[in-house]
């Protein structure tokens, strides 16, 4: 408190000195070296982007995840400084007024992880943080909460704001829906918040979100995880999340420390170094599967075990969706490409197919593509009995071009894309959007007396291909 006094005190003085100086002399000039007491904040005058990377006392980085049972439990994670030593969550049930906070609030004490780490190939400065972690179990279904996240005392400015979240219905008929997202990867904070700000301010009411790997693109970077916290601010604490690693989340096939320290996901997949990448989730009437793909890709044991795992799990499934995400995607679609899935197509395919799931959900390839393979080129409106349906999205700038082929419905060069998915009974529906608000691609799916049908509602506006905009 005595540092704040003080602080506060200098920082008056400054402002007070500063005005002072442009009122007694309104044109002088500020020479090399000239001392105006404009960096009382040195530290952070060092270091671009400093609010962006350092923790502070006040938590930061927070994020909600859905859990293997989101109809009634909730995971969030978040960081502060060092200093605070303890992370505490407060939950209630909603209210109209602020009478939330004063009967039945719930709290838990969060898993604290001290962690530090640089970037030195961004040159970026050591970071040091305090990493907290908490389920909650208990809740309601189909209810409003109301929870912050703090260090558990009295003094409120140590706590996050009161974050409003919905839990899952645990009625399998309840309309629900998702949006999904590719890679966001460059330019995070300049280029990918008008996605994620726009996919919310579209669809508010959206009951999660799904990151399809390449989050960012060097893995390690303070600054970049810093930057796709600060694109999606109060959503990502408001909107559970799932995300699957992709390639930009590995190096040397080790995946980035911070992965599991700033996120909280399921850890009910086959093997311990899968843990929070390959893993199951039941949302309603929704079976939701996320694989590691570049474990998969990179070490066969890994690939064997999320195989077996993933067929064992389709085995049993009594759920009447089934939605499967990785990075990697099975079909390729961008030129040049063909040979970096062959393990895709061959250990995983032939299970995707033999169970026929409804969606295969993926990025990597910074493009857009979207069909079956049981395609029949029926025209824009078509309708035809389907297999499995894939699609590979981008959400961030990087754009590769891609090749028309066979499987495709829909494809598109140089477009962000954002695609909301939304389920109720025997109906799916996807729409892909562009960030300001136009649908660039459309089908339906239903599921009718053991018929899968798709039917197509693509817009009419032509096929966008990057030559088109050189
Ligand atoms: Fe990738």
Redesign the pocket.
């Known amino acids: 408190m005595k540092l704040v006094i003080k602080l506060t005190g200098i920082a008056a003085l400054v402002f007070w000195s500063c005005t002072t100086k442009k009122e007694s002399s309104p044109t002088h000039a500020h020479s090399e070296g000239e001392h105006y007491h404009h960096n009382v904040y040195k530290a952070q005058d060092s270091v671009l982007n400093h609010k962006l990377i350092f923790p502070s006392k006040v938590p930061d980085r927070v994020i909600l995840h859905l859990t293997e049972h989101p109809e009634n439990s909730i995971a969030v994670n978040w960081r502060t400084n060092a200093q605070v030593t303890e992370g505490f969550i407060q939950i209630a049930v909603a209210t109209d007024g602020p009478e939330f906070r004063q009967n039945g609030i719930k709290r838990v004490k969060a898993d604290t992880e001290y962690f530090q780490n640089q970037s030195k190939k961004n040159n970026e400065p050591l970071v040091v943080a305090n990493y907290h972690s908490v389920k909650v179990e208990g809740l309601q279904p189909n209810t409003i909460y109301a929870y912050r996240v703090g260090n558990g005392g009295e003094d409120s400015r140590l706590w996050s704001e009161w974050y409003h979240t919905t839990t899952a219905s645990n009625l399998a008929n309840k309309a629900f829906s998702f949006i999904y997202f590719g ?1 966001a ?1 460059n330019e995070v904070k300049s280029m990918w918040s008008r996605l994620i700000r726009s996919s919310y301010q579209l669809f508010p009411k959206v009951d999660f979100m799904l990151h399809a ?2 989050l960012i693109n060097s893995r390690d970077s303070n600054l970049e995880w810093g930057e796709w916290f600060h694109a999606g601010s109060f959503i990502h604490a408001t909107v559970p999340s799932v995300m699957t690693p ?3 989340e590995y190096r040397n096939e080790v995946l980035t420390p911070l992965w599991r320290p700033q996120f909280n996901l399921p850890k009910n997949g086959p093997l311990k170094e899968v843990e929070e990448t390959t893993y199951v989730i039941d949302y309603q009437d929704l079976k939701l599967i996320s694989l590691d793909a570049v474990s998969f890709d990179d070490k066969e044991h890994s690939r064997n075990a999320q195989v077996k795992w993933l067929d064992s799990i389709l085995s049993t499934n009594t759920k009447k969706w089934t939605a499967l995400f990785l ?2 995607p099975v079909l390729s679609v961008a030129k040049k490409r063909d040979e970096d899935n062959l393990l895709m197509k061959k250990a995983l395919q032939p299970v995707i197919e033999k169970y026929q799931l409804d969606l295969v959900l993926t ?4 493009t857009y593509a979207r069909g079956s393979v049981k395609n029949i080129p029926t025209g824009i409106t078509g309708v035809y009995e389907t297999g499995t349906v894939y699609a590979v999205s981008v959400s961030g700038p990087k754009m590769y071009e891609s090749e028309d082929k066979k499987w495709m419905d829909r494809r598109g060069e140089n477009i962000q894309l954002f695609q909301i998915i939304s389920i109720e009974n025997d109906i799916l529906n996807y729409k892909a959007f562009t960030p300001i608000g136009n649908i660039y691609d459309a089908f339906e799916m239903t599921k009718v007396n053991g018929k899968k049908q798709v039917r197509n509602k693509i817009p009419k506006t032509q096929e966008r291909l990057k030559k088109d905009f050189k």
């Open positions: 890679d990867q790997g390449d992709g390639n930009h990075h990697y990025g990597h390839d910074h």
